[in-house]
């Protein structure tokens, strides 16, 4: 059973374009991450949402909005697509956001968004 | 703010030793991860260590801390060509968000 799935894996679209990228976890976790690897394989937070409440929106463009319509889903939106959006972004989940304890990120398998 | 830095780059023959480096900036306590991305992969989690923690084993992989220095590396033993992938460097950030500081990660090739 897979335990952080996303879809698609793979969206090529064209600028301008909107497009949802989903992501499910089936691990019971409260909390839900999204993080941006760009072509230089650097992984950025971009949000990060706990028990359906958004956390932190890390210096995000408003064309991105989450969506988490219950604690196992994560949903990625994105208007106007840019060519700079073009990256791989994953989703991830852990038990909870505490620092005091090991609540290790599970990541899916990336879906990679190439905008034309 | 928090930064964590790597080496780029590593290369090994097979059965060799590799060792991959990190520096963190934080000094708080707080928790240690190594990922690995095998391309076109996510991200797997390998091990982890508390930073009050010295070292940790776990079959081939061999945490060492240097709080003192702030330098955490991996040493993977006998490394195998399956090894070869990016191994991230993470530091879970202090503000209780649950946020991931990541390295820049560090490319292992293993040469048969």
């Known amino acids: 059973d897979t335990a952080v799935s996303q879809t698609p894996k793979y969206l090529v679209t064209q600028m301008g374009n909107d497009k949802s990228i989903k992501c499910e976890q089936n691990?019971?976790?409260?909390?839900m991450y999204w993080y941006k690897q760009d072509s230089k394989k650097f992984l950025k937070i971009m949000f990060s949402?706990?028990?359906?409440?958004?956390?932190i929106n890390e210096t995000v463009p408003n064309r991105f909005s989450p969506k988490s319509p219950d604690k196992a889903h994560l949903n990625l939106h994105i208007n106007s697509l840019e060519l700079g959006d073009s990256a791989v972004y994953f989703c991830?989940?852990?038990?909870?956001?505490?620092?005091?304890?090991?609540?290790?990120?599970?990541f899916g398998q990336g879906t990679r968004l190439t905008v034309v | 703010g928090e930064d964590v830095e790597q080496s780029l780059f590593l290369s090994v023959r097979e059965g060799d030793s590799s060792v991959i480096n990190c520096t963190y900036t934080?000094?708080?306590?707080?928790?240690l991860y190594w990922y690995k991305q095998e391309p076109g992969a996510g991200l797997q989690l390998l091990t982890y260590?508390?930073?009050?923690?010295d070292m940790k084993q776990d079959q081939r992989l061999t945490v060492l801390l240097n709080k003192k220095d702030k330098h955490l590396s991996l040493r993977i033993a006998d490394t195998q060509t399956g090894d070869s992938a990016i191994y991230f460097c993470?530091?879970?950030?202090?503000?209780?968000?649950?946020?991931?500081?990541f390295g820049q990660g560090t490319t292992l090739q293993v040469k048969p």
């Open positions: 991830a989940s852990s038990t909870s956001l505490s620092v005091t304890m090991n609540t290790e990120a599970f």
């Open positions: 691990l019971g976790h409260d909390t």
């Open positions: 949402y706990n028990n359906k409440e958004l956390i």
């Open positions: 934080d000094s708080s306590s707080t928790y």
């Open positions: 260590i508390f930073s009050n923690m």
């Open positions: 993470a530091e879970k950030d202090l503000s209780n968000t649950g946020k991931l500081i």
